[in-house]
Each structure stands twice: as structure tokens, then as C-alpha cells.
């Protein structure tokens, strides 16, 4: 864990917000994903990876009361607070790795994630991950993961990544989740460059 911190809070001290690979200026599919599930204003959401993302800004501005941003890096979340000035204070932020963290139990309606699976690359990591979010996922819960398709890049911030197809990425959850839908979009990242990302949409068993 210890390694992983270092390394993207190195990524963060040396580039601003708006120049990591993964930048753009609001989440469109996943704010689309999140409002398509018709979920209370006070359901549980859970941003996994949030970073210093502006997904938690949109879900505020739209209403949304109950939200927690996890990421490895205190740097990239303390920028989003920062940002969000008073109304950081209605978000709960935690700093750890998804696949060493403690999460309350059936907590969430909705675990969001968007490029942090396919960092993933050992199995043992990716049975943590899974299992945590059955653990604080409430049953019948919503799981959004995006992560690089078939085209998708081989690394990324100097790391090696994991490339999924949406049967493959719904593959790693295994058969407690329905897939609903998928999704591949075209990133853009600020340099100009497109990468592939697959979105795979779920739903935990009742």
C-alpha cells in the first residue's frame, strides 16, 4: 500500500488537475449512469478513484446528500475539497487502497469507479476489490466500473494496466451481478490523445 500511495501522490504533486491523462471537465457517462438509476437524493454513492475529479461537484449541484470519495492520494482529494469550498463538508472523504479499506456493510446504493480496476493487475487484488463491494454494496445496489477497452492503452502514469471488454469486465464480478449495460466511449486526454474505455453497468443480487 505503501508503494501505491508514493506513486499517485507523486502523479498528483507533479501535475495539475487538469493535465493527468484521465482528466475531463465533467463525467458525462457516469453522471448519465447515476441519474438513469432513479435513485433518492439521500441514496448512499460512493465515488472509488474520485481523485480530484468533479463528478462529486455535479452530484452536489444536482441534489445528491450522501456521498463519499475514496482515493490513495490525500493530495487529489484535498484539491476537490479545496474547490468545493463549504460544501466539501457534506462530502465524507477517505484516503486508502479499495483493496485494503473497511467499508461499512449494504452502505451504498451506487459504487462508481472510473479507471482504477484496471490498475488492478494481480488476481488477489481484484477478489479484495470484488468482495468489498459485495460487503458494502446494499442488495440489489448499482455498480458503474469503467476501466481501458481491448484498444485501450497498456500503461498508464507509468504503470501497467489491465484491458477489459465488457463481458470480460463483468466476468471479474461474477455471476451475484447482473450486467444491465455497457458502454464504450473515446477519451480525449489533454494531450490530444483518444484511449478506449469500456463501461460496464451492474447490478447486485437482491
Known amino acids: 500500500m505503501t508503494n501505491r500511495t508514493e506513486h499517485w501522490e507523486g502523479v498528483y504533486g507533479r501535475k495539475k488537475t487538469d493535465e493527468v491523462s ?17 435513485l433518492a437524493r439521500d441514496a448512499g454513492l460512493i465515488d472509488v478513484g474520485a481523485g480530484a475529479s468533479t463528478l462529486v461537484d455535479d452530484l452536489l449541484g444536482k441534489g445528491y446528500t450522501n456521498l463519499t470519495a475514496v ?3 490525500a493530495k487529489a482529494l484535498e484539491v476537490a475539497r479545496n474547490r468545493l469550498g463549504e460544501r466539501g463538508d457534506k462530502v465524507k472523504w477517505l484516503v486508502g487502497d479499495i ?13 462508481h469507479d472510473r479507471a482504477v ?10 477478489r479484495r476489490y470484488v468482495e468489498l463491494v459485495r460487503h458494502a ?11 481501458f477497452g481491448p484498444q485501450g492503452p497498456e500503461r ?9 471488454s465488457g463481458d470480460e ?9 447482473t450486467k444491465v449495460n455497457e458502454l464504450t466511449e473515446l477519451h480525449a486526454t489533454p494531450s490530444g490523445k483518444q484511449q478506449e474505455f469500456v463501461y460496464c453497468y451492474c447490478r447486485l443480487a437482491g
Open 71 to 73: 482515493d490513495l492520494s
Open 99 to 111: 483493496t485494503r479499506l473497511e467499508l461499512p456493510r449494504h452502505a451504498y446504493d451506487f459504487w
Open 169 to 177: 469486465l463483468h466476468g471479474e464480478f461474477g455471476g451475484g451481478f
Open 137 to 147: 454494496l446494499k442488495p440489489g445496489g448499482h455498480v458503474l466500473v469503467a476501466t
Open 156 to 164: 498508464c502514469s507509468d504503470l501497467d494496466v489491465m484491458r477489459y
Open 22 to 38: 484521465w482528466f475531463r471537465p465533467h463525467l458525462e457517462q457516469s453522471l448519465s449512469y447515476i441519474e438513469g438509476a432513479g
Open 117 to 126: 480496476f484496471h490498475f488492478l493487475r494481480e488476481p488477489e487484488d481484484r
